[in-house]
């Protein structure tokens, strides 16, 4: 019997344009083999996925400017629960999405069912068109929608189709979300509790912060940055300020930034962005009172605590202008 069956097989699968059933028998199993995500382009980047507590995992993108590395200068977290895989956040390219994907399902095989954007810089939100073409649920900010329809969306997804191209291309697409957060929300997804909390205009034009509170652990978003000079263009740093002094975190295990290594010491982890917003606008508030120009202000004021930093020759100066002006503004508003 098992010969008669191979020969069937095999003359099935000589049968070209034989539009028989045993060639489509045949050919079924191999069609579903084609994994979903072969259409993205392979990424090339070190990607590892590692363990915070019992139900939260992430990936660390690499230190450097936003074109490095293949755009992996991100993180995005996992919280497995038993219904299935809630994402935060969803990389800088559908091809560093489906690399996450791959990496979650060698330790879980339940599905992503929902994504929660932090907030809606290129480098979060590339990744989501895998997520959602896979059928999770995509959750925004108040602020993403407007993102998302505007020019600047449209121009900042052209201008990474060249910088980096081939994994973001014509192919890639800005998602919209399913449902958008304007307040602190609370979501039970299976057995694990999160608190959504929505920080308004802090990092970019409406931030959120996901707390596991089985596990607490806090997924930042980019509120907190680690080990590289944060991003402060389009901020409104006196109110991310605020955001991060009332930050309760006495109660928290870790916390995973929106860049940077987790930190188990959450404490320490908020000291290095807080020191760096509150270093830059004292001194430039200093300036616009004492009618400086941004020059002289710049090189009088002492960056020393940052200078190491990775990302400080691309970021800083332009960071510190931008402040500059928004003080100034203000400074004239009153
Ligand atoms: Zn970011």
């Known amino acids: 019997m098992k010969r008669i069956f191979l020969l069937t097989l095999l003359f099935s699968l000589y049968a070209c344009g034989d539009e028989n059933e045993n060639t489509k028998k045949a050919e079924a199993p191999q069609a579903e083999q084609v994994s979903p995500l072969a259409k993205y382009e392979k990424s090339g980047v070190e990607m590892a996925l590692q363990k915070v507590s019992e139900h939260v995992y992430y990936v660390q993108g690499k230190a450097g400017i936003a074109t490095d590395n293949e755009g992996f200068i991100s993180n995005a977290a996992a919280i497995i629960t038993n219904e299935g895989v809630v994402v935060v956040d969803a990389l800088g390219s559908p091809s560093l999405a489906a690399l996450f994907l791959e990496k979650l399902k060698m330790i879980t095989d339940k599905p992503v069912i929902k994504v929660i954007v932090t907030h809606y810089h290129a480098d979060h939100i590339y990744g989501l068109q895998v997520f959602k073409e896979q059928g999770a649920e995509i959750i925004a900010p108040a602020g993403y929608l407007d993102y998302a329809d505007a020019e600047i969306g449209k121009s900042r997804l052209e201008e990474r189709r060249e910088s980096l191209d081939p994994f973001v291309n014509e192919d890639t697409y800005i998602v919209k979300a ?38 607490a652990v806090l997924v930042s978003g980019d509120i907190i940055f680690e080990g590289r000079v944060p991003f402060t263009g389009g901020a409104d740093t006196a109110h991310w300020l605020e955001v991060l002094e009332k930050l309760d975190n006495s109660n928290l295990k870790a916390l995973i930034p929106g860049h940077g290594p987790a930190a188990k010491e959450p404490a320490e982890a908020i000291k290095l962005t807080l020191n760096y917003l509150k270093t830059v606008r004292t001194a430039m508030q200093e300036a616009v009172e004492n009618l400086m120009s941004f020059d002289e202000a710049y090189d009088l004021a002492d960056w020393s605590a940052f200078e190491n930093l990775p990302a400080f020759g691309a970021a800083h100066r332009r960071n510190v202008y931008g402040v500059f002006l928004s003080l100034e503004a203000d400074s004239m508003s009153q």
């Not at 307040?183 to 929505?198: E, F, R």
Request: net charge negative.
């Open 178 to 215: 399913d449902r958008v957060l304007d307040k602190n929300t609370q979501m039970t997804v299976g057995d694990i509790t999160l608190d959504i909390h929505y920080l308004g205009t802090a990092h970019s034009s409406g931030d959120l912060s996901v707390l596991v509170v089985n596990d």
